[in-house]
């Protein structure tokens, strides 16, 4: 089985992974796109690699029982795909301490808000396989928690009911 975390950049997936007790690996995509060498580019306007998508695709063919962690992740295979979701204003909060601009942090704040991530992963992956975790106001390892019971089925799909669009 495979299992993606995503969400908005922000949301603290990096963070509640690598608290996460588990016997599966965990796959940081951001990691690999530049240990790997598996992007196209940069986007000058808010200094980021551009994922080279087939290049990953290709390279976590035949990767089972994997967790892979990255705001990309839903858009690769995955029995289970957890969206992590945090307040607009958190995700500002949290880019601005980890040194981003405001304009990226903004930029991605009004992505959270509008559900951009969530709606993705719902597309391509269906209701009934995405997991909404709200990380506001969470402690990490609470939200590591959380993971861990939908990796071991212990909790429901919960796609649509986490909603920040009072924000915009």
């Known amino acids: 089985m495979r299992i993606a975390v995503t969400g908005t950049p922000g949301t603290g997936k990096t963070t509640a992974t690598e608290l996460l007790e588990t016997d599966r690996d965990v796959i940081n995509l951001n990691d690999v796109i530049k240990s790997e060498g598996f992007s196209t580019g940069t986007d000058e306007e808010r200094g980021s690699l551009v994922a080279d998508m087939d290049a990953l695709a290709e390279w976590l063919d035949g990767r089972e029982d994997v967790i892979v962690e990255s705001h990309l992740a839903h858009n690769f295979e995955a029995d289970r795909v957890v969206v992590l979701r945090a307040h607009p204003d958190t995700v500002v909060s949290r880019l601005r301490e980890r040194g981003d601009s405001d304009s990226k942090a903004y930029e991605n704040a009004e992505s959270e808000a509008l ?54």
Do not use: Q
């Open 115 to 168: 559900d951009v991530v969530l709606s993705e992963a719902v597309h391509h992956h269906g209701t009934e396989n995405v997991y909404e975790i709200d990380t506001t106001d969470r402690e990490p390892s609470e939200v590591a928690a959380e993971i861990a019971a939908v990796v071991a089925g212990e909790r429901e799909p919960s796609a649509g009911t986490v909603s920040y669009v009072d924000w915009l």
